[in-house]
């Protein structure tokens, strides 16, 4: 009896094991083809698609981030706002996701080579929202003099939690599959929140304070565009662009 | 005496754990510590305490009195292989033993695992039955049990409704339990928003998975409670001179009072996060009131070498005396002494 119940420990126990190794912070290999080294656009003949995106309604005060349960994130006289809803001048609607959703067929691209950074700082995700390519590097690092978990809770993408207690720790994960978005959080500060839109193209942008976009460099064609926000859903539009034209589009947004 | 009254710390602490652990659920901090054993890369128990801030504080507090509640269980089996002569008992403190370190390794497949349902429920339905097992050692060691409450009553053998009506409370009272840890575990929690009603109505309009277990949880109410005045119905009427059974046949009114109170305002506050946790507890006590009153009332049907035992030498030779003849003989004047 006793040694069955052995048994059965160490078996639970190497399953947990297991499960460390598995769920942590170990990064998928890809099982699809090595992307090309080269973009198979034509820069001659290349377009673009701009635009702007707006907030029609009355925008709401931006509530006020009590960090009161870490005294390690508190600054005297700094106050930290939520970044769910940011509406600046003539109603631009900030940290909004505009990417292509369709339209590129069967065109594969490099993955760039430079890595992106999601920093911690001041208990904040900075960006807020971002966008990577399939296989490129996210950096995610941790800049407060406190403890964080970064933990991202995709549908499609492996899952990790890892723990970051000390200040300059840093952790690197490529996504392998697109998926718009992965949701950043951290349980140890349930205010932290990051979006990160994944692609497996170049072409996408995250507006900035004046609500404009650019997704440069387009071979000719018509696309699917959609913008995405956090709290106001997602919209989609179709535009067509030819050999070096510019499309321009506008999405608007109400509560 | 003093062994019982470490099985009753043992039990207070187990409930104590299972109000911890409610509040780590209910401040969603279940992944503020992302490793298991250790806590970020620390020994547990050395773990800065500087460093328990927001939901790590409710996290690892969780862990360190869940190795309390451990080393507790672990020191009460040994006392009980030290010190307690009958088999069984001392048998049920090596299986809370084994419990409490299953409870641990469940605990850490949950974090390592980003809290799969499945698991997190089973993690909370063992935790009810370490709970269980602490009671039941708690009883077993009282004077009230070894003496086999005398008092000039007559045993209960004859009341089998009574015995019938306490062992289906307690099993309703768990899978009750076990339907709230679904729809906490699940995120149902708040499907359904209003109390007493439904979405206004008595029955939901429509259907969603969450808003059915939610709503599971609620008709398990009713039926916990059809259930608990039955049992407490019962001893009040033909048993009130009875002080074993009508103790906790009250308690366990008042308890159910307060846990259909807190259901009510668990849903009506949002969540709110000591109310929720306080609902997971008195849950647990109520599951253990109906344990004892249910022990109580079929007492007679468990051996009882320990009715007549003065001493543990004494009641050692007796025990060794019936395994050598085969032949049971009854301590004078033990009531309810047999086999």
Redesign the interface.
């Known amino acids: 009896m006793m040694r069955r119940f052995q048994v059965g420990v160490v078996v639970v126990a190497l399953g947990a094991g297991a499960a460390a190794c598995g769920g942590g912070s170990a990064d998928d290999a890809t099982s699809a083809p090595p992307a090309p080294l080269m973009s198979p656009v034509d820069a001659a003949t290349a377009g673009n698609i701009i635009g702007r995106i707006t907030f029609e309604d009355t925008p709401p005060q931006p509530g006020v981030i009590l960090m009161d349960s870490d005294p390690n994130c508190v600054e005297p006289g700094v106050t930290a706002t939520d970044e769910t809803l940011v509406v600046g001048a003539a109603g631009a609607l900030r940290n909004v996701f505009v990417y292509v959703k369709d339209g590129l067929g069967d065109l594969r691209f490099p993955i760039p080579s430079e890595s992106l950074l999601l920093d911690q700082t001041g208990c904040l995700y900075a960006p807020h929202v971002m966008g990577a390519q399939m296989g490129q590097s996210l950096e995610i690092l941790n800049s407060d003099p406190t403890l964080h978990n970064v933990h991202a809770v995709p549908v499609t993408n492996q899952e990790f939690n890892t723990g970051q207690p000390l200040p300059g720790m840093k952790h690197t994960h490529q996504f392998t599959t697109s998926e718009v978005m992965v949701p950043f959080k951290c349980d140890v500060h349930p205010w932290m929140f990051a979006w990160v839109g994944v692609v497996d193209h170049p072409f996408f942008a995250v507006t900035g304070a004046d609500g404009s976009f650019n997704l440069e460099g387009l071979p000719p064609g018509t696309y699917t565009i959609e913008a995405w926000h956090e709290s106001l859903g997602a919209q989609t539009q179709t535009v067509t662009i030819g050999e070096q034209e510019t499309g321009d589009i506008t999405f608007s947004f109400q509560a | 005496m003093l062994l019982h009254l470490f099985a009753l710390l043992v039990a207070a602490t187990t409930a104590l754990l299972i109000f911890a652990g409610g509040l780590v659920t209910s401040?969603?901090?279940?992944?503020?510590?992302?490793?298991?054993p250790n806590t970020?890369?620390?020994f547990m128990l050395t773990f800065p305490l500087d460093?328990m801030?927001?939901?790590?504080?409710y996290?690892h507090s969780h862990r360190l009195v869940a190795s309390l509640v451990g080393l507790l269980i672990v020191t009460q089996a040994a006392w009980l292989w030290k010190a307690e002569p009958r088999h069984w008992v001392r048998r049920l403190g090596y299986i809370a033993v084994?419990a409490v370190?299953?409870q641990g390794?469940l605990g850490?497949?949950t974090v390592?695992?980003?809290l799969p349902a499945q698991i997190s429920i089973a993690h909370a339905g063992l935790a009810q039955l370490v709970f269980c097992l602490a009671v039941s050692i708690a009883l077993f060691t009282s004077a009230g049990w070894r003496r086999g409450y005398a008092g000039g009553h007559t045993p209960l053998d004859g009341d089998r409704p009574l015995q019938t009506i306490a062992i289906l409370t307690t099993v309703v009272v768990y899978a009750q339990i076990i339907a709230g840890a679904t729809m906490r575990h699940t995120g149902a929690g708040l499907a359904i928003p209003d109390f007493p009603l439904v979405f206004g109505s008595v029955v939901p309009p429509y259907w969603t998975p969450a808003i059915a277990i939610h709503y599971a949880h609620r008709v398990g109410a009713l039926v916990v409670s059809a259930c608990v005045l039955g049992t407490a119905g019962h001893v009040l009427y033909h048993h009130l001179g009875r002080q074993e059974l009508r103790r906790p046949s009250l308690l366990l009114l008042a308890l159910l009072a307060m846990q259909i109170t807190l259901g009510g305002l668990t849903v009506l506050s949002g969540k709110h996060y000591i109310i929720n946790s306080l609902h997971v507890v008195t849950g647990a006590l109520v599951l253990g009131t109906s344990l004892v009153l249910t022990l109580r009332t079929c007492r007679s049907r468990f051996a009882v070498t320990e009715a007549g035992a003065r001493d543990v030498d004494t009641l050692r030779e007796s025990n060794r005396a019936y395994e050598s003849s085969g032949e049971w003989t009854p301590t004078p004047g033990v009531p309810g002494a047999r086999v």
Do not use: R
């Open positions: 401040t969603g901090s279940g992944l503020s510590v992302p490793d298991w970020y890369g620390w460093k801030v927001g939901g790590i504080f996290e084994a370190v299953t390794i850490g497949i390592l695992w980003f």
